[in-house]
């Protein structure tokens, strides 16, 4: 059976090394530098209009042999022929031969979080919400402290199908996850992402939004009625530091999300039977469409291999 701890600040306190030490399970459940509140920054991009075929191909492949996708990374330098080209395969060829197969599959760690809170004078107050919310949430700098923490200690985001998927017979089979020596699997995820109703005005992102460079963020909005789009809860922060790590994401995993369906998702009112089958309900629906389109177009995929019978 899978066991998970949510992080939060009087449940394990605020070093999440010590939640990580004390796990040991398979995982089977559904995105930072971020640097807490920020407004959304542009993307990195690899191709522009100053950069040549050879050095995007380049660019990418080194991105994919950071985040251990060596065959891949093999293949985009295969269309590249300058000589720096060759000196990057070298590179991705001597990664290769070093990379290790994790030992063992039933030991990976899972780390659930809830929402973050942005703004702990309105989330912490006094009586049992406070409290809960004190208990099961933790704040968007202790959150990206205890990430950077989760990246020096050598652990490395993987999806649950990445420890085990179906072969080709429809048999559930462990898949072996090739990494770095000293590198450690590790599954993130995320609880709720609704923003419920009993969250507005309490000092938390009220949704995720496609923002117009393509990143997903979050709006937020402050005490004072003012509203930002930034990095205000994990889906961003995590987004921004794989861009900052790349070798934090095996494959370009990020992390899972748990979705309830209560009060909607994404912070979106999307449920038919909470709020009607109304012109107001579809058009959230789409709006939420939109915004987990472009999460899933963030996120790198690791492919099946038929055949894998590794345990």
Known sequence: MAHRIAVGRSVVGLRVVVALALLSSVVACASPAGGGHRAASGPTS????????????IARARTQGAQYDYEAALATLASA???????????????????????????????????????????????????GFSQYMVTVSEFTDQLRQIYAKGYVLVR?????????DGVLRRRPIVLAPGKQPLVLSVDDVSYYEYMEGKGFATNLVKAADGRVVNTYVDAAGKSTQGNFDVMPIVDDFVRQHPDFSYRGAKG?????????ILGYRTS????????????EQGKAKAVATAMKATAGSSPPTPGVTST
């Open 46 to 57: 690899v191709a522009s209009s100053t950069v040549s075929p050879d050095e995007a191909l």
């Open 81 to 131: 022929s300058t000589e720096a080209a060759g000196s990057e395969l070298e590179r991705v060829r001597q990664a290769k031969a070093a990379a290790v197969v994790w030992k063992d599959n039933t030991a990976i760690s899972h780390l659930f979080y809830h929402s973050l809170v942005v703004d702990p004078k309105r989330a912490f107050t006094a009586g049992r919400q406070g409290a």
């Open 160 to 168: 649950p199908q990445d420890i085990a998927a179906p072969g080709e």
């Open 256 to 264: 899972v999300l748990g979705l309830t369906g209560y009060n909607g």
């Open 272 to 283: 038919v039977r909470g709020y009607g089958d109304t012109a107001a309900t579809r058009s």
